[in-house]
């Protein structure tokens, strides 16, 4: 008769405990969404939007949309409402309540559709599968931050939520909203930011208008305040 050490009868049972659990939990990990932003497929549940389309593709598409002037980081906001207005399309808008646009650049970097009580899938569970199947996504979405469910995907995102009691879907381009909070940033950090006359030793926020009679040659850029006040600077009285 054969003879096995008791430990490794023990450690042979422990393995045999253990692989079905590691068995079970690599099967319940959702697979990543790989899917890019140029892979994304033609929907009618998107009613012949698309990011990346310029500002004159969507004018040419839906005439009814209006030019809005960009603000000062590039972006250009812009709205239509099909359910509410009787010059849209009414079998190309069918059950769409509004649809909101945001341009970056001249270029559509989020689209969100806000359906009517009337579309055909109101659960927000029967949405999302339906929505899935429509673009070739995964059909399981992990829950949003907020309200709804977020499926995050390469270089772009899809949140799916009820406005209203109606579903709703944004989709956005992810690197364009990192431009756009780039930019944000860089023009809060030029707001705190202020210049000093070193020949005075005076500095000046950046929208005082004395800061026009200071020379190039003089200025020296401080990222506040507080920075110039610790180099020996004080305001400028033409500032205060």
Same mark, same amino acid.
């Given at each position: 008769?054969?003879?096995?050490?008791?430990?490794?009868?023990?450690?042979?049972?422990?393995?045999?405990?253990?692989?079905?659990?590691?068995?079970?939990?690599?099967?319940?990990?959702?697979? *990543?969404?790989?899917?890019?932003? =140029?892979?994304?497929?033609?929907? +009618?549940?998107? #009613?012949?939007?698309?990011?990346?389309?310029?500002?004159?593709?969507?004018?040419?598409?839906?005439?009814?949309?209006?030019?809005?002037?960009?603000?000062?980081?590039?972006?250009? #906001?812009?709205?239509?409402?099909?359910?509410?207005?009787?010059?849209?399309?009414?079998?190309?808008?069918? =059950?769409?309540?509004?649809?909101?646009?945001?341009?970056?650049?001249?270029?559509?970097?989020?689209?969100?559709?806000?359906?009517?009580?009337?579309?055909?899938?109101?659960?927000? =569970?029967?949405? +999302?599968?339906?929505?899935?199947?429509?673009?070739?996504? *995964?059909?399981?979405?992990?829950?949003?931050?907020?309200?709804?469910?977020?499926?995050?995907?390469?270089?772009?995102?899809?949140?799916?939520?009820? +406005?209203?009691?109606?579903?709703?879907? #944004?989709?956005? =381009?992810?690197?364009?909203?990192?431009?756009?909070?780039?930019?944000?940033?860089?023009?809060?950090?030029?707001?705190?930011?202020?210049?000093?006359?070193?020949?005075?030793?005076?500095?000046?926020?950046?929208?005082?208008?004395?800061?026009?009679?200071?020379?190039?040659?003089?200025?020296?850029?401080?990222?506040?305040?507080?920075?110039?006040?610790?180099?020996?600077?004080?305001?400028? #009285?033409?500032?205060?």
């Amino acid at each position: 008769m054969l003879y096995h050490p008791i430990w490794k009868i023990k450690r042979v049972f422990r393995l045999l405990l253990v692989a079905p659990l590691l068995a079970g939990s690599a099967s319940a990990q959702k697979p *990543p969404c790989t899917l890019k932003l =140029d892979q994304l497929p033609q929907s +009618i549940e998107l #009613r012949g939007f698309r990011l990346g389309m310029t500002f004159e593709q969507a004018k040419a598409s839906v005439p009814q949309i209006q030019f809005v002037r960009p603000d000062e980081f590039g972006v250009a #906001r812009t709205s239509i409402n099909p359910y509410f207005d009787p010059s849209f399309d009414r079998t190309r808008f069918a =059950d769409v309540r509004t649809i909101s646009l945001s341009f970056l650049d001249g270029t559509l970097a989020s689209l969100w559709i806000g359906y009517e009580s009337t579309f055909k899938w109101q659960d927000l =569970d029967v949405f +999302i599968a339906g929505i899935s199947k429509s673009l070739n996504l *995964p059909a399981e979405w992990p829950p949003a931050k907020r309200d709804g469910r977020q499926l995050k995907c390469d270089g772009f995102s899809v949140l799916a939520s009820m +406005i209203a009691g109606s579903p709703s879907v #944004r989709i956005s =381009d992810d690197n364009a909203q990192k431009t756009f909070a780039s930019r944000r940033e860089e023009a809060a950090a030029a707001a705190d930011s202020v210049i000093g006359n070193q020949q005075t030793k005076l500095y000046y926020p950046s929208g005082c208008s004395a800061l026009n009679k200071v020379s190039e040659a003089n200025r020296i850029k401080f990222k506040d305040k507080d920075e110039a006040e610790k180099a020996g600077f004080n305001l400028a #009285r033409d500032c205060q």
